[in-house]
């Protein structure tokens, strides 16, 4: 009987211990570690698509189809080391190497209440806006250069460009592209009250989409150095670029807004990556001079 209340003892005694070695752990060395709850084990929703363009480098290399059956194992390893040297050779020859910069800016304030699209020019403080822009961008141009500026068909949006250019150096080039009107993308999401017929978004959405494949993508492998374009269009355009760009839900394009004359910076990295500088930045305005 003594043996076993000696046992009982132990065994109370050895559960003490433990137990106030875990609480010794837990009180002192814990607290000293930092830990991100939320994102412990966290898996993103949706993962970032490295070819969204289709122009990653391994999608852009001829895949080698040479088989191997009948070869003895030698033979087969120095192939797949030969192989694996060409292609990484292609691959290097297909990848980017410098970083694309576009600058797309809302035209400024028009006459949104005339009858005809050909009078909905720029009103007085829109040409002020636009003037203002051109001011930023040439302080933004310190150190690069711009090399093509595009605009829409739009009458408020030739006006915005040109004042914007008598800002600029004179010898960059214009190019018009009725794909850069605006419209409405897609429906957008939740719902707007008012009501629109389905073939506006049927015809607009897929313009628009052309529009973002057109001048959205990573710099060519022949392009050594980092270019700059100024895309002077509509909001809703600009909005569903933004979306697209960076992967997030395009019909997410109507929940936020964008002043006459903001611009918004998107850099486009030789791998593919895409980050906003700054969107529908306006703040080199004075406030009385801001309309949306």
Same mark, same amino acid.
């Given at each position: 009987?003594?043996?076993?209340?000696? +046992?009982?003892?132990?065994?109370?005694?050895?559960?003490?211990?433990?137990?106030?070695?875990? &609480?010794?752990?837990?009180?002192?060395?814990?607290?000293?570690?930092?830990?991100?709850?939320?994102?412990?084990?966290?898996?993103?929703?949706?993962?970032?698509?490295?070819?969204?363009?289709?122009?990653?480098?391994?999608?852009?290399?001829?895949?080698?189809?040479?088989?191997?059956?009948?070869?003895?194992?030698?033979?087969?390893?120095?192939?797949?080391?030969?192989?694996?040297?060409?292609?990484?050779?292609?691959?290097?020859?297909?990848?980017?190497?410098?970083?694309?910069?576009?600058? /797309?800016?809302?035209?400024?304030? &028009?006459?949104?209440?005339?009858?005809?699209?050909?009078?909905?020019?720029?009103?007085?403080?829109?040409?002020?806006?636009?003037? /203002?822009?051109?001011?930023?961008?040439?302080?933004?141009?310190?150190?690069?250069?711009?090399?093509?500026?595009?605009?829409?068909?739009?009458?408020?949006?030739?006006?915005?460009?040109?004042?914007?250019?008598?800002?600029?150096?004179?010898?960059?080039?214009?190019?018009?592209?009725?794909?850069?009107?605006?419209?409405?993308?897609?429906?957008?999401?939740?719902?707007?009250?008012?009501?629109?017929?389905?073939? &506006?978004?049927?015809?607009?959405?897929?313009?628009?989409?052309?529009?973002?494949?057109?001048?959205?993508?990573?710099?060519?492998?022949?392009?050594?150095?980092?270019? &700059?374009?100024?895309?002077?269009?509509?909001?809703?355009? +600009?909005?569903?670029?933004?979306?697209?760009?960076?992967?997030?839900?395009?019909?997410?394009?109507?929940?936020?807004? /964008?002043?006459?004359?903001?611009?918004?910076?998107?850099?486009?990295?030789?791998?593919?990556?895409?980050?906003?500088?700054?969107?529908?930045?306006?703040?080199?305005?004075?406030?009385?001079?801001?309309?949306?």
């Amino acid at each position: 009987m003594t043996n076993f209340r000696k +046992i009982i003892t132990y065994a109370a005694s050895s559960v003490c211990i433990l137990g106030s070695g875990v &609480y010794l752990k837990d009180h002192f060395i814990e607290k000293n570690t930092l830990k991100a709850a939320w994102t412990t084990s966290y898996e993103p929703s949706v993962k970032w698509d490295h070819n969204w363009d289709r122009r990653h480098p391994e999608s852009l290399t001829k895949p080698n189809r040479r088989s191997s059956v009948g070869q003895n194992l030698v033979d087969q390893k120095n192939e797949n080391s030969e192989k694996k040297t060409t292609d990484d050779f292609e691959i290097g020859k297909k990848s980017s190497k410098a970083s694309r910069h576009l600058f /797309l800016i809302r035209h400024g304030q &028009y006459e949104i209440n005339a009858k005809d699209k050909d009078l909905m020019v720029l009103t007085p403080l829109g040409r002020e806006q636009a003037e /203002l822009t051109g001011i930023r961008l040439s302080e933004l141009t310190q150190n690069f250069k711009f090399n093509k500026i595009h605009h829409s068909t739009m009458i408020r949006a030739i006006e915005t460009a040109d004042i914007i250019r008598t800002k600029l150096p004179k010898d960059i080039p214009v190019h018009v592209d009725p794909l850069l009107c605006e419209g409405a993308p897609i429906p957008p999401e939740p719902p707007v009250g008012h009501w629109k017929p389905e073939f &506006y978004f049927f015809q607009d959405g897929s313009r628009i989409e052309a529009a973002f494949r057109k001048y959205f993508f990573r710099a060519p492998p022949e392009q050594l150095e980092d270019s &700059y374009e100024l895309v002077v269009c509509h909001a809703n355009v +600009i909005r569903y670029f933004f979306c697209r760009a960076l992967q997030f839900p395009a019909e997410a394009w109507l929940r936020f807004g /964008l002043n006459h004359g903001s611009i918004t910076h998107i850099v486009i990295r030789p791998d593919g990556r895409v980050a906003c500088k700054f969107l529908g930045e306006s703040g080199y305005m004075p406030i009385t001079k801001t309309s949306s």
